[in-house]
Nanobody, 123 residues
Framework: QVQLVESGGGLVQTGGSLRLSCVAS????????MGWFRQAPGKEREFVAV????????NLADSVKGRFTISRDNAKDTVYLQMNSLRPEDTAVYYC????????????????WGQGTQVTVSS
């Protein structure tokens, strides 16, 4: 069975950094685009970042461009989200997801989801 396990969340001050990791198992990792989404209390789920099968293309939400980066290590079946210059509005549960599409920034096109990891940015 497919399993995605996120880690790296926590509490950080404004301007700080965190690196989230997501380890995948039960799938052929190189055949999946990997994405990060987030959801704050009372808010809709929001696209954050995606990286394609080969890692050759990435896309980031406008709200995080210049601050976040996404990368993957196919040898370790792991995708990362490096978050810098964090702001209170980045506070959310961050979810890792896998899509059998080459590229997707739509949540409904992702087949598998992790349990999420909490990121809290204090003001």
């Amino acid at each position: 069975q497919v399993q995605l396990v996120e880690s790296g969340g926590g509490l950080v001050q404004t301007g700080g950094s965190l690196r989230l990791s997501c380890v995948a198992s039960g799938l052929t990792f190189i055949k999946y685009a990997m994405g990060w989404f987030r959801q704050a209390p009372g808010k809709e789920r929001e696209f954050v970042a995606v990286i394609t099968w080969s890692g050759g293309r990435i896309n980031l939400a406008d709200s995080v461009k210049g601050r976040f980066t996404i990368s993957r290590d196919n040898a370790k079946d792991t995708v990362y989200l490096q978050m810098n210059s964090l702001r209170p509005e980045d506070t959310a549960v961050y979810y890792c997801a896998a899509s059998n599409n080459y590229y997707s920034d739509y949540a409904h096109e992702y087949e598998y989801w992790g349990q999420g990891t909490q990121v809290t940015v204090s003001s």
